[in-house]
């Protein structure tokens, strides 16, 4: 079955900088990546996706890259924010089974103010 | 506030008591999802429902026993718990399963003694 891995597990950045999480995938019949951010106290919030067709999608100071050839997408955040702290979890699903999202084990992420 | 709701936040309980987790979503969505979110691991799908009727059972112990009276509740009702069975239980709905977009609830934080 599919496999989700999730690089690095904690990260630390000073406030200003950029910050980059990557996840690799094992099934290439996965055709679905999104990103979703938790915040303490909440459930995991998506905060940006990207399909198999695109290779690069942004919104405002996010983005996500994918390179299906690698198996690997990415989630870049600019000019981070203390805000921006919080657990982030990539995850991946199937055209056959949109609903079953395989999820990797998270990256801590810390905002320096 | 994301729509779905999950009710107790946090609960308690011994390894021979009853208790039940209730979400609602107020979004008019077909599919719900339990998962369990344990520290430092992937969220695991548990069950998921789509228009009341179960469609994945992810070899949940039977000590978890989900009921989804119509689409926008679904419960889990727990007996004789184990210790390892402490985790943060999620809640998610979706327009249907064929529609990855999945939104969380807050999650209720179970302890077992």
């Known amino acids: 079955g599919e496999n989700v891995e999730q690089h690095p597990s904690t990260l630390s950045v000073q406030e200003g900088d950029s910050a980059v999480i990557k996840c690799t995938y094992s099934?290439?019949?996965?055709?679905?990546f999104p990103w979703y951010k938790q915040e303490l106290g909440k459930g995991p919030q998506l905060i940006i996706d990207?399909?198999?067709?695109?290779g690069e999608k942004k919104d405002q100071r996010i983005a996500v890259t994918l390179n299906k050839t690698a198996k690997h997408f990415s989630l870049h955040i600019t000019e981070t924010q203390p805000e921006d702290s919080a657990v982030y979890f990539c995850?991946?699903?199937?055209?056959?089974?949109?609903?079953?999202?395989?999820f990797g084990s998270g990256t801590r992420l810390l905002v320096r103010p | 506030e994301t729509g779905v709701t999950q009710t107790p936040r946090h609960l308690v309980m011994g390894m021979t008591n009853k208790k039940s987790l209730k979400c609602e979503q107020h979004?008019?969505?077909?599919?719900m999802y339990w998962y369990k979110q344990s520290a430092k691991k992937p969220l695991e799908l548990m069950f998921v429902?789509?228009?009341?009727?179960?469609?994945e059972n992810n070899s949940v112990p039977s000590r978890f026993s989900p009921e989804c009276p119509n689409s926008s509740h679904l419960f889990l009702h727990l007996h004789t718990l184990q210790p390892e069975d402490s985790a943060l239980y999620l809640c998610?709905?979706?327009?249907?399963?064929?529609?990855?977009?999945?939104?969380f609830g807050a999650g209720t934080r179970l302890s077992v003694l």
């Open positions: 998610a709905s979706s327009q249907d399963t064929s529609r990855n977009i999945q939104y």
């Open positions: 099934d290439s019949a996965s055709n679905y």
């Open positions: 990207i399909r198999s067709n695109v």
């Open positions: 995850a991946a699903s199937k055209a056959d089974s949109s609903y079953k999202l395989i």
């Open positions: 979004l008019g969505h077909n599919a």
């Open positions: 429902y789509s228009l009341e009727e179960r469609v």
